[in-house]
Nanobody, 117 residues
Framework: VQLQASGGGLVQAGGSLRLSCAAP???????????WSWYRQAPGKQRELVAV???????DYLDSVKGRFTISKDYARKTVRLQMNNLKPDDTAVYYC?????????WGQGTQVTVSS
């Protein structure tokens, strides 16, 4: 499985972006059986988990993004999205998508999100 992340960019504080993580060619059963996550890594900081959507559909978020970010699955397009609203300069980072099933973890390439004040 290869993951393709997109949707990053430069936005002013208070703005919105929607990140997408596509898995071209993935079969439906494999898409549905993964836990999908978004991580981010800011310069000089460790990578941190931002949002996760489990196979059950249950979601969880980093405290600092709760109420602003929403993770979701587009089953038809086999894409996982991260809607980011009311962005803050502290959200600036490279964002990575991640798919995990059992002992297997796959990472997508990062997409840069820059929020100006």
């Amino acid at each position: 499985v290869q993951l393709q992340a997109s949707g990053g960019g430069l936005v002013q504080a208070g703005g919105s972006l929607r990140l997408s993580c596509a898995a071209p060619g993935i079969i439906t059963s494999v898409f549905n059986s993964n836990d999908w996550s978004w991580y981010r890594q800011a310069p000089g900081k460790q990578r941190e988990l931002v949002a996760v959507i489990a196979t059950s559909g249950i979601t969880d978020y980093l405290d600092s993004v709760k109420g602003r970010f929403t993770i979701s699955k587009d089953y038809a397009r086999k894409t996982v999205r991260l809607q980011m609203n009311n962005l803050k300069p502290d959200d600036t980072a490279v964002y990575y998508c991640n798919a995990k099933r059992g002992q297997t973890t796959v990472w997508g390439q990062g997409t840069q999100v820059t929020v100006s004040s």
